[in-house]
């Protein structure tokens, strides 16, 4: 009797636990993708880490990609001079902004679309190209159009 009381006890015990084993693979569990990027100390160590670089204007969007399966956005730039590697002659290439991660959802392209001349320090992936770092890939022309000497203030880490 004693061993049929022990099981109906357990059973019991399993019973009154089992809703709160269903919550345990709920969507109240959730998980994050953070990249930790490198850091430049100067656009010139960007550019010397880049496949090529380029000065040019972000035109608009082109679509939407995935990065280490985070949403990442792809542009249209127009290419007003290769400064460094990549292609030849003027044009419009795509490029793929990654992404900053970790919930952070800005994206350095949106921000630096326009009319302004940018330098996109750029990396030949097999997907297309793409800004080598979500944080320090484009940044405004220099005064005379070239690889400015220091980040500007705007660039945060």
């Not at 960007?46 to 990609?65: F, K, M, N, Y």
């Not at 991660?101 to 009319?115: F, L």
Request: aromatic share 6%.
């Amino acid at each position: 009797m004693a061993r049929h009381a022990r099981a109906a006890a357990s059973a019991a015990v399993i019973l009154a636990l089992a809703p709160m084993a269903a919550c345990a693979g709920s969507p109240f569990v959730t998980s994050e993708t953070c990249i930790d990027w490198v850091w430049f100390e100067t656009p010139a160590d960007a550019a010397a880490e880049s496949d090529a670089v380029v000065l040019g204007r972000i035109v608009d969007q082109a679509g939407t990609s995935n990065y280490l399966d985070i949403p990442a956005t792809t542009w249209n730039v127009e290419v007003d001079s290769w400064l460094d590697g990549g292609g030849e002659g003027d044009g419009e290439i795509v490029v793929t902004s990654l992404p900053r991660s970790c919930g952070d959802t800005r994206d350095i392209m949106s921000e630096r679309q326009g009319d302004e001349p940018v330098i996109l320090f750029l990396r030949d992936a097999s997907s297309g190209w793409e800004i080598i770092t979500p944080l320090q890939g484009v940044v405004p022309a220099g005064p005379d159009g070239g690889i400015p000497t220091v980040w500007p203030d705007a660039i945060e880490g």
